[in-house]
Nanobody, 124 residues
Framework: QVQLVESGGGLVQAGGSLRLSCAAS????????MGWFLQAPGKEREFVAA????????YYADSVKGRFTISRDNAKNTVYLQMNSLKPEDTAVYYC?????????????????WGQGTQVTVSS
């Protein structure tokens, strides 16, 4: 199993930036593709970004392309989400997730392990 712990959330003004981190423990981190998802109040969890096992390939939701960057450091067992030009509609709980498969996935059901989430609030 893999245990995931997110951090870095908080309150930021529109146009600002935040960097989320997700620390993994348990099985070998580089065996997993990683993803970030968000869930706003009353809404379903939705895909934000994914990164391949090596970090060579990334995949983004259209809503965050050009603003968010996913990266990973396999030596530190950590995946990051750099969020720039934040908007009030980015307000949500952000979750990281691990996928044992090889392809980059945007479906919630494709991911095997989840963190507890970190709150991001963007004020207007």
């Amino acid at each position: 199993q893999v245990q995931l712990v997110e951090s870095g959330g908080g309150l930021v003004q529109a146009g600002g930036s935040l960097r989320l981190s997700c620390a993994a423990s348990g099985r070998t981190f580089s065996w997993y593709a990683m993803g970030w998802f968000l869930q706003a109040p009353g809404k379903e969890r939705e895909f934000v970004a994914a990164i391949s096992r090596s970090g060579a390939n990334t995949y983004y939701a259209d809503s965050v392309k050009g603003r968010f960057t996913i990266s990973r450091d396999n030596a530190k067992n950590t995946v990051y989400l750099q969020m720039n030009s934040l908007k009030p509609e980015d307000t949500a709980v952000y979750y990281c997730a691990a996928d044992q498969g090889w392809a980059l996935q945007h479906s919630v059901d494709a991911y095997d392990y989840w963190g507890q989430g970190t709150q991001v609030t963007v004020s207007s």
